[in-house]
């Protein structure tokens, strides 16, 4: 009997009438948590009922603490006939179960109705009491901290990041149940809504007893899903990140390195919870009698329940051997060394972190993505969900070894998803490959003279764009040029992640959302046959998704997408898919060459000039984008860029790179077929097409700017006004001969005028700027295409963005030359660096084929791939993947912390302090935002987790409005429900809110609709920056801090 | 590709202020959108009329969400759905009770009944206000009746109170408030030169001193049904009114009345012998409204008493303000030395009160 569930009932207000006779309403309250139910006294005939109950106390197990949602329900008595309920609330109790984060849950709630929406308010209170357990076999997790945000949470210190935990659960959907048929949707919808809350309670707990096992206290980058399989049941899933996370007292405790906390753990690893703040009610008594083996995630698979495959292909490498390097290769193996052998012990080396400490990310990769097509069927045994586990473990391995093929150990900005229509699923998984610094993972065999010789090392912020693969041994063709920030490292042409752009990054300009937007029709097919033709469609559209990425991408004139998200959702008769990524120009990373448009038939004479009035289109338009945001990269000079490469191949190249950058001056003339231009060929309409979707893309109107990553690169003097919203559209498509092309024309017309929409609506702000803008698509019916945004406005300085970009623009022209200083300095090390990758030849081959996007001859091999053994046809296709994955590119070796860079985006972020207070910053207004940090304010404490789940449903939708009314109160009303949840639990905002699930169904014959709604956050405390002004010692955002201490150790 | 459905909800809800008023205006979505594209938005922000269509629907749509809240705005300042700034919230309440002066000048002193909605067909037709926009200020009108009808105490405070206005707001709805309840007659031919702002200012000085609330008289008894405070005229008050008679029925008083007057004003009166010709007709004029009080029907037609029994006579004599102003400051001060006339006080109450009115009355 560990813990003690308090509740008091105080008042209700705003309730609806149910008394038509006296306009009153009697009402009383019913108070569940298990199975135990309290009640009230009925308060009769009043809308504003004052119950001042006495407190409801239940004794539970903590297990039942973290699984079970309290469960408040109003309702009406009536002598005579049943009592009508008037609505539920449901609290998460889990906030209360760790001693950091909220210790009373007090507040105003809304009274929810699936059926009639809010209908009132009722004022809560609730407190638990826990109780320390001896019990060494128990099953909760109780304590371990739980963040949405993709980031080490603002005020802690990550110690250790462990690493990967997942885990997932299934039912049966309730509403899929026999019994279905002869309940009322209202209790049908409640069962649901109750299921999920206690199967998202179940996955919590187990998640965090994994998160113990591996001797973390924390799970960062928490992401739970849904997978609604109909028939086949309910799936709740979740990723996350397991790390020991520190609480930071003051900023003085800001270490600047993590070489003490991991000495300390080596020497009393087992012992004791590497957490000394933590409660009494943590996990330290059990795990001490316990023996662990030295690899802890051997011991953690083989203790963990079921949903855990044991895949361990991965061969036990030895403990890095700890003894420093002088020179730069050895150095780099070793570091390659030691990463791998703490990554390889993990059955997945997967992050869901987006963001990172400095230093943490050596390297990138590439994107590596898998999916695959599954038939789905019932799951017969709830506790044994096997199928899916398999499913995902499949898919994970796929991904693991296409992160090693690309010389990457790790994956970062790890994601999963799927795409559900009636049997058929496709699982999808992306990340970024990465080399990660071990220093930060489980163990701490960094000595510390190793590490102060990789600082010395890490001049500029442009490392994690070197490659971290051979480039003899390259896995894909790829142009590779010495780095132009450092000049001693290979860099590719085009950088594609999925994490959040490195703080320590040179970016030249501002960044812009770039998105690709395909639609293909597919015949309507039953079982099997569908899910062939699907996976059959599946690697044309990433090919054809990457080249208009691609294509977008060098229209911009910028290198390098940063949070590319690809979705594919499947229907009926259709598939769509949609990436959309933050495109950037990294000064590390060649100028990119323009966009040349070669013709099928040249002898034609108006062809000829259609083509070249293309041409001259396309080259405008990069010269604009170019001009719009402000991409203008230092002029390089050719003696720096040649004295060091003593190699004649290399020489050639550089004289290409110079000679791009020559065209920059002229800019529009970049079609005189130099090699590295991207050639397009327009050899039938559907290639004209898309050169016309390629210019149909307006760019935002002025005074706006957009990404979907957390911050827009180049801007940094946020105000404090944000404005979070959601926007749902559904078109319904003429169903009358469908084309391809007119499909793809519908869907990116969709997109489009949302977007001209969202600016319009948000014309008051500007200038400001679209963050975090997450799309998503589904397709409900057969012609009705579903898109949900979800984003926030914040509004910026605008003379200040002038001035940073004007300085930020001159420091980089300064570190070019002081690095080509250095660069001069020490030939010795170049040499040593760049000796290993003499014999050419091979890459050259790859490099020329590169040149004419090197994607295609993938694709086509794709088509060739046989798919008759359809029990097979996940590996077959993931086969295909990985063709695909390799078309994407990456980055190389050199870990970097600018102290220089640094620096100016923590000040900037910090100059703005003196931004006007904002107007509504009354008592009781919540933000909400979907990134990790809230602009010109200091996040003070992490109350815990929001995650909701709810049901509306109607049979009145024309009185309510039509679809549009439905939905868009409901929106409201979920909106009103996660700030009604975070204001009783103490806090002030909401970050890394993420809306996961929009499902809305309609039948307008039948007046009916329904809509399912899954939102997540972390309820937090923010404090202005302008109340803190009297700190002297300002505490900057985590992310800046340490690069600005480890900047001192440096010097 | 048509949109079946459009939304956007913001964590602030976004509210702007131009569509605000159009939708307030009763302008349909078309209209709307077809008077936002002549305002020259388009050019202003490269948008579509699709956009504008869809973000004027979008708007329209929270303010049908609104709606339901702005009729008890209490409900607005505690509800959760709706994430408002609190200036915001101000300028929605505001503007959603705000009233346009044509409209109220044809229903002030009506009953606020069903009969009376069906005529806002023709208010409409007449005034050229759409019948959306006269609806809602119609409902308005009998909301805020309905609710502080049965209160007791100031009724400008409790209109403040209920409906979170702002003073000069509340202050008119409690002129119309008064008006209804009093129902007096307003929309006669040889009324329509006055406007809403004179009957309001004739309001406001007949609840500070006409009133039950304005005596102070607390009721003895709580708990009874008595009438309340500030709506309704204290009754003992009228009928007292009926011993003012003797001013006009008592020759010698009469008389004694006239020369105390006259003998004031020589000289200072540009227009005094017309004064002197007609003190008698104006005097029993004014003597003879007071006295009509007790009748329902009498009190209705107060305004039009006014008007025709003084505001004319002296109209067409040509009288200037000015000497309004003296005469009835002469004329109410030299009751006071009437020595058979023991109703001072009575007369003092009534005639304050009817010395400013008739001032404000008095005009083209």
């Not at chain 1, 052998?341 to 990138?364: C, I, K």
């Not at chain 1, 760049?834 to 030849?841: A, G, M, N, W």
Request: net charge negative.
């Amino acid at each position: 009997m560990p813990g003690k569930l308090k509740v008091k009932i105080v008042a209700g207000r705003h309730l609806p009438v149910m008394d038509r006779a006296s306009d009153l309403t009697d009402a009383f309250v019913e108070v569940k948590f298990g199975n135990t139910t309290f009640k009230t006294d009925v308060y009769l005939k009043s809308l504003n009922p004052q119950w001042n109950s006495e407190w409801f106390k239940f004794e539970v197990d903590d297990e039942d603490l973290q699984d079970e949602p309290l469960q408040i329900t109003v309702l009406d008595h009536d002598t005579y006939s049943a009592n009508d309920a008037i609505g539920k609330v449901y609290i998460d109790i889990d906030p209360l179960l760790y001693s950091e984060a909220a210790t009373v849950i007090s507040g105003w709630f809304p009274i929810y109705d699936t059926i009639h929406g809010i209908r009132g308010e009722i004022n809560v209170v609730v407190k638990v009491d826990l109780f320390n357990d001896l019990n060494r076999f128990r099953q909760s997790s109780c304590g371990v901290k739980f963040f949405c945000t993709t980031s080490i949470p603002k005020c802690y210190r990550a110690v250790i990041i462990h690493g990967f935990v997942e885990e997932l659960v299934v039912n049966e959907d309730p509403e899929y149940q026999w019994i279905d048929r002869i309940r009322t949707p209202r209790a049908s919808n409640e069962a649901r809504q109750r299921l999920i809350s206690l199967m998202s309670g179940e996955l919590q707990r187990k998640i965090g007893l994994k998160v113990l096992e591996m001797r973390g206290n924390a799970v960062v980058g928490y992401l739970q899903c849904f997978d609604l399989e109909g028939e086949s049941g309910l799936v709740v899933r979740a990723i996350g990140t397991a790390c020991t996370l520190d609480k930071l007292s003051s900023p003085a405790a800001f270490l600047p390195a993590c070489n003490s906390p991991s000495k300390d753990m080596k020497e009393i690893p087992f012992n004791e919870d590497p957490n000394p703040n933590t409660h009494s009610s943590g996990p330290s008594t059990p795990l001490k009698n316990q023996t662990y083996s030295f690899s802890p995630s051997k011991s953690y698979s083989r203790q963990s329940s079921s949903s855990d495959t044991d895949l361990s292909l991965t061969p036990k490498t030895g403990m890095g051997s700890g003894s420093a390097g002088k020179e730069g290769g050895p150095f780099k193996a070793l570091l390659r060394q030691q990463t791998q052998s703490a990554l390889e012990q993990r059955e997945f080396p997967f992050f869901t972190l987006t963001a990172f400490p400095p230093g943490f990310l050596v390297h990138v990769g590439g994107v590596v993505s898998a999916r695959s097509v599954k038939l789905l069927d019932r799951i017969h045994n709830p506790d044994e969900p096997e199928t899916r586990d398999a499913w995902w473990a499949e898919i994970r391995q796929e991904i693991k070894s296409h992160a090693k093929a690309l010389g990457c150990h790790a994956v970062v900005g790890y994601s999963e998803s799927t795409s559900i229509c009636e049997e058929v699923c496709i699982l999808s998984a992306c990340g970024t490959a990465a080399v990660l610094n071990p220093r930060f993972l489980q163990d701490g065999t960094m000595e510390g003279c190793l590490e102060q010789r990789l600082e010395e090392n890490l001049p500029t912020g442009c490392g994690f764009c070197h490659i971290p693969y051979d480039e003899l041994n390259m896995p894909f063709p790829a142009h590779l040029t010495y780095c132009y920030s450092c000049r001693k490292q290979k860099v590719p042409d085009v950088l594609f992640t999925t994490i959040d752009l490195p703080t320590d990054a040179t970016v030249i300009g501002k960044g812009c959302l770039i998105q690709a937007r395909l639609c293909r029709l597919k015949k309507k097919a039953q079982a099997e046959a569908n899910a062939t033709a699907i996976s059959n469609l599946l690697p044309f559209m990433e090919y054809e998704m990457h080249t208009q990425l691609m294509n977008k991408l060098k229209l911009k004139g910028m290198n390098a997408l940063f949070g590319l998200r690809i979705q594919i959702t499947v229907g009926e008769n259709m598939l769509m898919g949609l990436a959309s990524a933050t495109g950037v120009y990294l000064a590390a990373l060649p100028t990119p060459g323009g966009i040349q448009i070669a013709g099928k038939t040249p002898n034609d004479g108006s062809y000829e000039q259609h083509i070249s009035h293309m041409q001259k289109k396309i080259n405008d338009t990069i010269a604009k984008n170019k001009e719009l945001y402000e991409i203008n990269p230092p002029e390089i000079s050719e003696e720096i860029i040649g004295s060091p490469i003593p190699e004649p191949r290399q020489r050639s190249r550089l004289l290409r790179s110079q000679s791009e950058s020559s065209d920059e001056v002229t800019e529009l003339d970049l079609s005189h077929g130099k090699k590295d231009a991207f050639v397009l060929e327009i050899d039938d309409t559907d290639a004209m097409e898309d050169v016309h979707s390629l210019l149909t893309d307006v760019p935002p109107p002025s005074g706006f700017y957009s990404c979907n990553t957390e911050i827009m690169p180049g801007i940094n003097n946020w105000t404090s006004e944000i404005q979070m919203f959601t926007s749902v559209r559904v078109i319904r498509l003429s169903s009358l001969n469908l084309t391809n092309q007119a499909l793809n024309k519908n869907f990116n017309d969709l997109c489009e005028n949302l977007l001209k929409s969202l600016y319009f609506k948000l014309r008051s702000m500007i200038p400001c700027c679209l963050c975090h803008v997450n799309f998503t698509v589904s397709l409900p019916e057969d012609e009705l295409i579903q898109v949900t945004v979800t984003a926030v406005a914040i509004t910026f300085d605008k003379n200040q963005a002038l001035q940073t970009t004007k300085t930020h623009a001159e420091k980089s022209l300064q570190r070019a030359s002081t690095d080509n200083e250095e660069l001069l300095q020490f030939p010795l090390e170049l040499c040593s660096d760049s000796l290993p990758s003499h014999p050419f030849p091979p890459a050259k081959e790859h490099l020329e084929s590169a040149s004419s996007n090197s994607g295609i001859p993938a694709a086509q091999r794709a088509t060739s791939v046989d798919y008759s053994s359809f029990a097979d046809r996940c590996s077959s296709w993931i086969e295909l993947i990985k063709l695909k994955a390799q078309t994407i590119r990456r980055g190389s070796i050199k870990t970097t912390v600018t102290v220089e860079k640094a620096s100016p985006m923590g000040e900037g972020n910090f100059r703005n302090r003196s931004a006007p207070p904002c107007a509504n910053s009354t008592v009781g207004v919540v933000k909400m935002t979907p990134l990790s940090f809230i602009p010109g304010a200091k996040i003070t404490k992490y109350l815990g987790i929001i995650n909701m789940f709810f049901i509306r449903e109607t049979t009145s939708l024309r009185e309510e409005g039509g679809v549009s009314g439905f939905l868009h109160a409901f929106i409201a009303e979920v909106f009103a429900m996660v700030r009604a949840h975070v204001a009783a639990l103490g806090g002030n905002a909401v970050v890394s809110y993420i809306m996961k699930q929009c499902v809305f169904m309609e039948n307008p014959n039948k007046n009916q609709a329904q809509c399912l709604i899954n939102v997540s956050g972390d309820a937090v405390v923010f404090v202005r920056e302008s109340d803190l002004e009297v700190v002297p010692t300002q505490q900057p955002s985590a992310n800046c801090q340490p690069s600005c201490t480890e900047g001192e150790v440096t010097t | 590709m048509t949109s079946e459905l459009d939304i956007f909800v913001g964590n602030t809800t976004l509210i702007d202020e131009d569509v605000y008023r159009l939708w307030l205006d009763g302008y349909s979505v078309s209209d709307a959108v077809a008077l936002r594209v002549r305002s020259g938005i388009l050019e202003q922000t490269g948008a579509t009329a699709a956009v504008l269509q869809s973000d004027t629907m979008d708007h329209y749509r929270t303010f049908h969400m609104l709606e339901r809240l702005l009729h008890a705005p209490p409900k607005l300042l505690h509800q959760l759905i709706f994430q408002i700034p609190p200036s915001r919230q101000a300028l929605l309440i505001e503007r959603y009770y705000a009233f346009d002066e044509a409209f109220v000048r044809e229903v002030l002193g009506k009953k606020l009944s069903k009969g009376t909605k069906k005529d806002l067909d023709d208010i409409s037709t007449k005034t050229g206000i759409t019948l959306k926009s006269c609806r809602r200020q119609f409902d308005n009108f009998k909301r805020v009746f309905k609710v502080v009808e049965e209160m007791r105490g100031s009724l400008v405070d409790n209109i403040q109170q209920h409906f979170l206005l702002s003073d000069r707001l509340a202050r008119d709805y409690a002129a119309i408030v008064f008006f209804a309840n009093n129902r007096f007659e307003t929309g006669k031919k040889k009324l329509q030169y006055l406007s809403f702002g004179d009957f309001a200012f004739c309001a406001e000085l007949m609840i500070q001193n006409w009133t039950l609330g304005a005596v102070g008289e607390a009721p003895t008894d709580p708990d009874s049904q008595v009438d309340d405070m500030d709506m309704d005229l204290d009754k003992e008050f009228l009928q007292d009114l009926k011993e003012l008679k003797v001013l006009v029925a008592d020759k010698d008083l009469l008389d004694l009345h006239k020369s105390l007057v006259c003998t004031a004003l020589r000289g200072k009166l540009g227009v005094f012998s017309e004064m002197e010709a007609n003190f008698k007709n104006l005097s029993r004029g004014l003597v003879n409204v007071a006295a009509k009080l007790t009748h329902n029907k009498d009190v209705r037609d107060l305004f039009v008493d006014l008007v025709e029994k003084f505001v004319e006579p002296c109209r067409s004599d040509h009288w200037p303000l000015n000497d309004v102003r003296l005469f009835l400051n002469q004329y109410s001060a030299s009751v006071h030395s009437l020595d058979g006339f023991r109703h001072q006080g009575l007369w003092d109450r009534y005639m304050g009160t009817l010395r400013g009115c008739l001032l404000r009355l008095y005009h083209d």
